[in-house]
């Protein structure tokens, strides 16, 4: 088997659509962790993970996955990914049964003991068909077929989203199970950051697409800080220092990517951490630069 260090390594990512370009995107992701994909709805998340999957054609880039190129490799790369989107690719008139006889056929290493395993974890029914299972169920079975053919890399789009917060972490915590193997990574795309904050090694924002930050997800919210100051003070603030501003009729918040410096060169204010979600939201609102 290859060696690699990063389970995934985008480069120069562009797909045109007419009225959205996912531009020059290029982030990787390290072999042995999980990384939070965010970015609003329509941001381009979708976008890059269907050209990861060569479900989309790329127009320019390079993808790796698994030290293996996306496209010439397909096929092998294909064995070793699993893919988990926000609706069930499975039809309504199937149940479990049929799911562990299909899928057997497909992935030589396919695990009926593992995918039964995950079914009496998740207390899913075997014979019941899925048109006539809740969204949590439909999502815990797609992680169960996910999880039982010995995949290296797990790929989820906006998997979490309209789940119940109870269903939410007991899927979390499924995840990290998968993690304690050295040999497998997870990138998760969401617009939930309380999920990240949680399981999140590393982060990369794309917005309007375009790559915003990509980086470990401590940096992330070590650097970054919301200043909160009176609307005079605000005038004295470097605008090289501000990424957006939310003013109100008392004061302004700030987002700087730079909270030591700030706090170096505006000795009086007061720098609060930011959570993943501030960061998002200041983040979107930069082409104003001002916002309330």
Known sequence: MNDYENAIEIKGLTKRYDGFTLDNVSFD???GSIMGFIGQNGAG???????LLNIVKKDEGEIKLLGLDSVKDEFEVKSQIAAVFDELPFDDR????????ILREVFEQWSSETFFGYLDRFALP???????????????????SALSHNAKLLIMDE??????????NEILDIFLEYLQNEEHTILMSSHITSDLDKVADSVTFIDKGKLLI????DDILDSHGVLKCTKSDYKEIDPEDIISARLSDFGAEVMVADRAEC???????VIDPATLEEIMIYYVNRSKKEWR
């Not at 998340?45 to 050209?51: E, V």
């Not at 706090?263 to 204010?269: F, P």
């Open 94 to 101: 199937l149940n479990a049964n049929d799911i562990n006889k």
């Open 126 to 144: 075997r014979k019941k068909k899925f048109g006539k299972f809740s969204k949590g169920m439909k999502m815990k079975l797609q992680i169960a």
């Open 214 to 217: 990509s980086g470990y997800k």
């Open 159 to 168: 998997a979490t989203t309209g789940l119940d917060p109870v269903v939410r």
């Open 29 to 31: 992701v390290p072999k």
């Open 45 to 51: 998340k979708t976008t890059t993970i269907n050209a």
């Open 263 to 269: 706090s170096r060169k505006y000795s009086g204010a």
